[in-house]
């Protein structure tokens, strides 16, 4: 079960890979961003843009960080069938990935505009899956 276990911890820092991708690299402003903002990029100042760039380069980073973080401690602490490690990494993806889906699902729930919230759910659903995995 471990094995499996890992391989799920695996699949969540890949999806924290991508998300983390899709901020630093993807489009400024996301396009659900803008329509929830109810506007087109052209709508934007440059000025405007350069904020967004910062804050999306910034949040993506914060996953590639989360997404290292948690690959680390899984090939080198949860493969060695440590607690510590398996609450560590439940208790940092909960503590990331909750707020990111309740705040994107409620935004998505008041703007009806597609969210990646279904991503974050996924996410923290495969990290509860591995870590229940992990201590069977």
Do not use: N
Request: glycine share 8%; hydrophobic share 60%.
């Amino acid at each position: 079960m471990l094995m499996i276990a890992i391989a799920l911890f695996a699949i969540c820092a890949l999806g924290l890979c991508a998300m983390g991708a899709k901020y630093c690299f993807g489009p400024v402003p996301a396009d659900y961003h803008l329509k929830i903002m109810g506007l087109s990029k052209s709508d934007l100042s440059p000025q405007q843009i350069t904020v967004f760039s910062a804050i999306y380069r910034v949040m993506g980073a914060g996953f590639f960080a989360l997404a290292i973080a948690l690959a680390s401690l899984c090939f080198f602490a949860v493969s060695l069938d440590l607690m510590w490690a398996k609450l560590t990494v439940l208790i940092v993806g909960l503590v990331a990935g909750i707020p990111a889906l309740g705040i994107t699902y409620s935004i998505h729930k008041k703007t009806g505009v597609e969210t990646p919230w279904k991503p974050a759910a996924a996410i923290v659903i495969i990290l509860i899956l591995a870590f229940i995995l992990s201590v069977l």
